[in-house]
């Protein structure tokens, strides 16, 4: 089974779909194959990796009705090494599409699980939000990753965020752990962003990613290109940080 990784974060702003994103294409880059899927409404994960989430007739909304298989809504080599499943608005109505449904929560489990064997890791972008959304991506991930933006109130949250993972993991899915946590929009002109990571990583027990995602215009920019940073600006610090990121997580699964 690959490594169905979800990244999640109910605080918006974090930098998750920025995350999902890159990590994606950074794991590709350096010669994973890699399946994104976008269980965000807004679609940033699909529009951010070039996709017309306007334009895009079957995606996981219609997959998770059982109205089109994976093989109809998968998108292949949307850059070289990484397939997606997009996603669109319609998304926003699953909660009362599926809400008769038994077993509700493990719809994307189903789906996913006997696919994950065709790619090195499958990386989920949750809404930012514990609705059924990210349930559906809990319960089918193996591992979570959770963003951490370097502010003062980085851990607000955190502790729901944790519970709601501890919950899944008695309840839903057994298999479930934290693989960690990375910081975000570090900015290295500020004492703040320092006493963010130094009290993180004294306060929690949780992994803690060595490598920071510093704030970069470039990596802001990518989006609205369609591309993630390692193609718009591959010397970009934003980049770089993303592609070692990419090879710490590779080196801690190998």
Request: proline share 4%; glycine share 6%; net charge negative.
């Amino acid at each position: 089974m690959g490594n169905i990784i979800a990244i999640a974060n109910q605080k918006g702003g974090v930098g998750k779909t920025t995350t999902s994103i890159n990590l994606a294409a950074s794991l590709a880059k350096l010669g994973k194959k890699v399946l994104a899927v976008d269980m965000d409404p807004q679609g940033n994960m699909t529009s951010g990796l070039g996709v017309n989430k306007h334009e895009t007739e079957l995606t996981v909304y219609q997959l998770m009705l059982g109205e089109a298989t994976f093989f109809n809504t998968v998108q292949h080599d949307v850059y070289p090494m990484l397939d997606l499943v997009p996603a669109s608005v319609d998304l926003a109505a699953i909660e009362i599409e599926l809400s008769g449904e038994h077993n509700k929560e493990f719809v994307l489990q189903e789906i996913l699980r006997p696919m994950a064997g065709l790619y090195d890791y499958v990386i989920i972008d949750c809404p930012p939000s514990l609705n059924l959304l990210t349930l559906n991506a809990l319960t089918a991930a193996d591992r979570v990753l959770v963003p951490i933006q370097c502010e003062y109130y980085a851990l607000e949250g955190l502790s729901q965020l944790i519970y709601t993972i501890t919950l899944v993991k008695e309840r839903l899915n057994p298999l479930l752990s934290i693989d960690g946590i990375v910081f975000t929009m570090y900015d290295a002109r500020t004492n703040l962003s320092k006493q963010v990571v130094d009290n993180v990583r004294e306060n929690l027990d949780q992994y803690i990613y060595n490598t920071v995602i510093a704030r970069n215009v470039r990596l802001a920019e990518a989006p609205s290109f369609g591309m993630p940073i390692c193609e718009y600006d591959p010397s970009s610090s934003g980049a770089r940080h993303y592609l070692q990121l990419a090879q710490e997580m590779i080196d801690r699964t190998v």
